[in-house]
């Protein structure tokens, strides 16, 4: 039985997706300049494999970002009053960012100027979302 992976692994393992599709990077371009397989970009992304420290500081150098980017908004670490860790913003939020449809989306979103325009669209997608079911976050 395989072990579940690290909430914090997973958490920085999207960030980097997210980082790396946002620069219009490959798996393969990331793990030549990192000297490893896309392979292994890819169970460092899904949290599979740690990531270690000097290894945090090369992926930020080469995604241009400071390594606290890899880290903002995912789970503290520290246990809340009910055992878990708690994390600045729901998952399903860097999951959804993690996708290259999630950035493709958001990255329209925010070049719509029009303020009325755009709570017609949020407006249109809650109702499409409203057919679809319940919210079974």
Request: no cysteine; net charge positive; glycine share 10%.
């Amino acid at each position: 039985m395989s072990k579940a992976p690290n909430p914090v692994d997973k958490y920085v393992g999207s960030r980097v997706r997210m980082r790396r599709i946002m620069l219009g990077m490959s798996q393969e371009k990331l793990g030549e300049a990192l000297g490893l397989t896309f392979q292994q970009i890819q169970k460092y992304e899904k949290g599979t494999n740690r990531v270690g420290a000097s290894r945090i500081q090369q992926i930020a150098e080469i995604l241009q970002v400071p390594v606290s980017f890899l880290f903002e908004g995912g789970p503290s670490g520290v246990a809340g009053p009910n055992g878990f860790a708690e994390g600045a913003s729901p998952s399903y939020v860097s999951d959804f960012l993690a996708t290259s449809e999630g950035l493709a989306l958001t990255r329209a979103f925010t070049r719509i100027t029009d303020s009325k325009l755009r709570r017609s669209i949020v407006d249109l997608v809650e109702q499409i979302a409203a057919r679809e079911g319940p919210d079974k976050r």
